[in-house]
């Protein structure tokens, strides 16, 4: 009897120790199998780039691009209309009129011989005619009373001082209207001067830039790979002009003589410079999407003529430049701690969310896994 609960209580402990093997065994296999996941789950993250305008800003002297400042003198007159400030006086219009005579008498008639239109405007004749029965004469005239009144369309106009019965046969007529019944003159001001000018001197700019042109293949003293900078500046000028302030009248003349520079520098030089300096003015993250060839050469790339020094030798220039650039794996949108534990289309959600990034492609290991590491160490980011 006793041999019989001895075993009985064996057997309890062997069924205790059994669970107690079996769930270290569990406890054992779930740990190996965290291990695993957190020492070999991965997820590759490749970036596709979109291309990113950036506006940046140099600055460059001469000297640093092995340049040379070229002059030249020019001078030229031109003429331009009278100024937008206008005022209007009231005179007496004026045209031409046919006098006809069908009566059987020379009929003379002195100037001032007034003509009265159809519509009641009274004019008057400029000179003295004589109009010989069976024909007719052109007569210039003039209306009796300053005003917009007197400009009126082609009329019949009757003699008023003959007598009535010869009206019907001696009379004027006009085939174009009258005009001049209010008289508006240009009134010269100081802006319109200063504007003349300024229109004289960019003309003899652009011939200025024209010229250097022509002679950069043929100029001595140029450096090597010659790039002429698209840019005039003027050291010197002087203008006069035959219109006074105040002046009446359609036209007036400008004179305008200036120096003019241009900066011609090695075009290998500035293309390393730009390809230096751009980048280290770009944002954090970017890098530079073009060639410095093709910055130079983009129209949107601007050099300016910022100074130049009292002697005309040396200048410093200006350059504003639109980059074409594409994000760096040191861009702050890809913070490897924004994308774990996240699935795949909540990662391109929110990488693509940026204008930076065009388009995104995943690879997860082991296959089985559906969501990046937990451990942002665990993510490898590729731009391609």
């Keep these: 009897m006793a041999k019989t609960k001895s075993t009985l209580s064996q057997a309890r402990i062997e069924r205790y120790y059994n669970k107690i ?41 001469t000297e640093d691009l092995d340049g040379v400042v070229l002059l030249t003198e020019l001078e030229d007159t031109a003429t331009f209309s009278g100024s937008s400030n206008n005022a209007s006086h ?29 519509s009641g405007v ?3 004749t400029t000179e003295t005619v004589n109009v010989k029965a ?12 300053e005003g917009a009144a007197g400009n009126i369309g082609p009329s019949h106009f009757e003699i008023v001082a003959l007598w009535d019965g010869l009206k019907d046969d001696i009379y004027a007529e006009s085939t174009t209207a009258m005009t ?19 229109t ?35 050291v010197s000028k002087t203008s006069s002009t035959d219109g006074a302030v ?19 520098v090695n075009g290998n030089t500035l293309q390393t410079f730009i390809q230096d300096h751009a980048q280290q003015s770009m944002k954090t993250g970017f890098a530079l999407a073009d060639s410095a060839e093709s910055v130079l050469n983009n129209e949107k ?55 930076e990034v065009d388009s995104v492609n995943l690879t997860f290991s082991p296959f089985w896994l559906n969501r990046t590491p937990s451990l942002k160490d665990h993510i490898i980011i590729n731009i391609q």
Aim: net charge negative.
């Design 301 to 355: 790339t601007a050099i300016t003529i910022s100074t130049i020094n009292n002697e005309s030798t040396a200048a410093e220039l200006e350059m504003t430049i639109e980059l074409n650039s594409q994000l760096t794996d040191q861009n702050s949108i890809l913070d490897k701690s924004e994308l774990t534990n996240k699935t795949a289309d909540e990662v391109r959600a929110y990488l693509t969310n940026f204008e």
């Design 21 to 61: 093997v079996v769930a270290f065994i569990a406890i054992a296999v779930l740990l190996l199998l965290c291990i695993v996941y957190f020492s070999f789950s991965k997820t590759v993250i490749t970036v596709h780039p979109a291309t990113v305008n950036q506006n940046v800003s140099l600055n460059a002297k």
């Design 90 to 118: 009231l005179a007496k219009a004026s045209g031409t009129v046919t006098i006809y005579n069908k009566y059987t008498k020379d009929q003379p008639l002195v100037a001032s011989t007034r003509l009265l239109s159809d």
């Design 180 to 198: 001049g019944g209010v008289v508006t003159e240009s009134i010269l001001s100081q802006s319109d001067i200063d504007r003349a000018e300024a």
């Design 246 to 264: 105040g002046d009446t009248g359609d036209e007036f003349h400008v004179t305008e003589k200036i120096t003019a520079a241009a900066v011609v």
């Design 134 to 145: 069976g024909n007719s004469v052109q007569v210039g005239v003039a209306a009796d009373q």
């Design 200 to 234: 004289l001197r960019e003309t003899l700019e652009k011939e200025a830039l024209d010229r250097f042109t022509a002679e950069l293949s043929t100029r001595a003293g140029l450096p090597e790979q010659p790039y002429l900078v698209q840019d005039i500046a003027v």
């Design 122 to 124: 009274l004019f008057r």
